[in-house]
């Protein structure tokens, strides 16, 4: 494989391991263009453009590295995930993986309990 291949959508999501809908977005909003559009419309990605943006998002963004954190305190005083989530301005599905990387997730018969 070459760094100027061409991936499907399907193919740079699972390389940046993200859905596609996630990706398409991304496309929508300038985060990461596509290299160009078949005749029917479908995106394509340069691999080393994808490559490129997924070593970017892999560098440390000190604001981001707070707000996780904030979250994670936030989670472990006893608020729920979707608490936390509206709180961050996020989406549930998104925040439970912030917490699932940087916590231990509350079954819902736990109880948080003070230390």
């Known amino acids: 494989m070459h760094d100027d ?11 940046l391991r993200v859905s596609v809908p996630t990706l398409a977005w991304w496309a929508r909003i300038g985060a990461l263009k596509p290299a160009l559009h078949t005749p029917g419309g479908h995106r394509r990605y340069r691999r080393a453009d994808v490559l490129a943006f997924r070593e970017s998002a892999d560098r440390e963004d000190p604001e981001r590295e707070r707000r996780e954190q904030d979250a994670v305190r936030l989670y472990e005083q006893g608020w729920s995930i979707r608490q936390v989530a509206d709180r961050f301005d996020c989406g549930y599905g998104a925040m439970r993986r912030i917490l699932m990387r940087r916590t ?3 079954g819902p018969n736990d109880r948080h309990r003070p230390y």
Request: charged share 35%; no cysteine.
């Open 5 to 15: 291949d061409l991936l499907t959508p399907r193919e740079a999501a699972r390389l």
């Open 104 to 106: 231990t997730l509350r």
